[in-house]
Structures are given as C-alpha cells and as structure tokens.
C-alpha cells in the first residue's frame, strides 16, 4: 500500500504539471491498495474521483450474506441474517491481526485509520465501485451502497489474426456441425495451473466415452505437457486457444473457477463444472452452482468419478445450458465500457 501510493502521488504530480487545469479520475481494479490512503485523507495530492474496477467477487459484508470466503449461499430470512451477522461478527474477530497491519500502515503514509474492514473500505470509500459482471452472478444485497455499479462482463474479445488455430480446429468445427459429439473444454488456468489437479483428472476420466471430445487447454502459450503422459484417444491438448474461440462450440467448460473464466463461460452460453480451491475460486464456484449455471465440486482436486458424473449431468440436464443462455443476454445488453465511460465522465465532471 504505501510504495503504490508513492507511485499514485508521483503520476499525480506529473498529470498536473502537464495539464494543471483538467481534472483527474483515478481508475484501478480491486487490487490496488494505493487507492485507499489517498481515500481515507493521507497527505498529498488527490484526484478529483476514485473508481474502483471489480474484477473479483464483490467481497462486501452484508446482513444478506456470510462473510466471503465461506461460501455459503446467501440468506436473507430472519435465521439467515441472523447466520450472517454472528458469521461476520466472527470473520472480524479472526481478521484482527491483519486489520491492525492494515491501520498501521494507513498511518505510515499519514492516512486516517478506520474501524470498517479493508474490504469493506474498498468498495465503501471510492466514488464509484464498478462491479465487472451482470447482477445476476453476484449474491442480491438488500444494503447494497448506492456506489455500485453492475457494468456487465467485458465483451467477447477480438480474435488476434496472428494467432493461429491449432492443427485439430477442422475436426471441431465438423464434429459442432454434424452434432456427432458433445465437446468438451477444460483448463486449468493461467495462475494456479498444475495439470495434476484438474486437467489431467479430466482427461482420464472422460478417456472411455467415444461420443465426447475433450479439449485440453494449457493455459500459456509454448506449454506442454510432459512426454511420458498418455493422451486419451478422444482428448487434443493445445497450449493455447482463446476461449472466446473455444467456448461456442462446448457443451462443458471444465476449469477451476478464475473470475475471467466463468466471464467468458456466460459470454459463450457454456455451462461449468468447477473445481477450484485457491484465491477466490471457491466463491466464484459457489456462485456458478448459485446461479444455476454449472456445478461447482467445492475441491481444487476432484476424483475422476467425481468429474464423471459432474460432467454428464451438466450434459444431461438441459437447466444448465437455458440458464447459462439467458445469462449471456442479460450480459449481451450491458455495455460495460460505457458504463465505465460514463461514470468517470459523471465523476470527474463534479
């Protein structure tokens, strides 16, 4: 927080001096703790708004939900307010520590401190917290505060024409033509990507069905896998493919739950299978069971039956795939760069 708070007073101070007579807006996503110091009063130079992008889960206390983390499906009867607030209570009391790290630091840099939680803090204070997703991904709040905004997922991406399919693309484009098999799509990510919790599981446990064909995405581009691994008949593993240009034609998307995943799942109509234990995958999976747009395994590491038998009941059962289709047009008509534009104009014009 306080080195990136350094770097927001040094862009500042150069804005100013090039162009000392227009006014700043800050945008950053939720990660960028430097915003927070300059939200809560620290010395220095301020812009004229603070947005904050929500790139992950809303990680906001509500008397509608439990604390993130838990993931526990949101309550807002009398028993599940009263669930959620004895949770919070508790959530506070564990994060003590860290919230007392967090003040010290607010202090470092000359900030005020503050009594509300750092996550609270970070969608509380900005002018705007723009949450990137449609509201139907995210858990109802009654108390939402009036600073948010749902832009809606950010758009299909725009195919690189550098960017080469892979050798096997005639065979999927055939087999979505002829309908002769479902495909199927499974990644383990970009960041926690070991191929032995998930991708691999996958692989074997759909190797004996001749009417499915698995699509192995590796993540990054120049990766493989190890040469000694056997690579079921029905399975092609690529190092990389853009999802946009995979997921129209899959019927499963099995992955570990990043929060652009499940975007570009919903932009495509795919439904999930999600199998996540790390950072803020378990939410986003409780939230894709939630929306009743996949299945989420509550595991980083499922067994192969349990991917078996999560994989043919999304193929079977068609709420799935009507679910996650009525959530792409919700998505369809948002607009997020305009949302976007339109706030930092709304902002910066005060």
């Keep these: 927080m306080p080195s990136q708070y350094e770097s927001l007073q040094a862009a500042l101070k150069g804005l100013k001096a ?30 004229e708004a603070h947005i904050t992008l929500g790139i992950l889960p809303l990680a906001l206390s509500s008397i509608d939900t439990a604390p993130f983390g838990s993931c526990l499906l949101p309550d807002s009867s009398p028993a599940g307010r009263a669930r959620n607030t004895a949770l919070n209570a508790t959530r506070r009391e564990e994060l003590c520590d860290l919230q007392n790290v967090f003040n010290e630091l607010l202090s470092s840099v000359g900030a005020r401190t503050t009594d509300r939680l750092y996550t609270d ?19 109802p709040r009654s108390d939402l505060p009036s600073n948010v905004r ?76 190890p040469p000694e691994i056997p690579i079921p008949a029905n399975a092609r593993v690529v190092d990389f493919i853009p999802f946009d ?23 495509n109509a795919t439904p999930l299978v999600v199998a996540g234990s790390t950072e803020e995958k378990p939410e986003n999976a409780a939230r894709v069971q939630w929306a009743g747009i996949g299945l989420d395994l509550r595991t980083g590491t499922p067994s192969e039956e349990e991917l078996r038998v999560a994989v043919e009941r999304v193929l079977n059962d068609g709420g799935f795939a009507g679910r996650v289709a009525a959530l792409r047009e919700s998505m369809e008509r948002c607009d997020p760069l305009g949302v976007i534009a339109g706030q930092i104009m709304e902002c910066g014009g005060k």
């Excluded at 990507?193 to 074997?204: G, H, V």
């Design 18 to 47: 090039k162009e000392p007579d227009r006014n700043v807006v800050l945008v950053v996503d939720n990660g960028f703790m430097g915003i927070l110091p300059s939200m809560l009063n620290a010395p220095g130079m301020k812009p």
């Design 121 to 139: 803090d970070a969608v509380l204070l900005p002018d705007r917290y723009i949450q990137m997703c449609i509201p139907e991904i995210e858990y």
């Design 150 to 225: 749902f832009a809606g997922g950010l758009p299909r991406g725009a195919r690189d024409a550098s960017t080469s399919f892979p050798p096997f693309w005639d065979e999927v484009l055939h087999i979505f033509r002829t309908k002769e098999k479902k495909i199927i799509a499974v990644s383990q990510g970009t960041f926690s990507n070991f191929p032995t919790q998930l991708l691999l599981p996958t692989l074997s446990a759909l190797a004996s069905n001749p009417n499915l064909l698995v699509i192995a995405v590796l993540g990054s581009r120049g990766a493989s896998l």
């Design 245 to 267: 240009d995979l997921l129209p034609y899959c019927a499963v998307f099995v992955t570990n739950g990043g929060y652009g995943a499940v975007q570009h799942a919903i932009a």
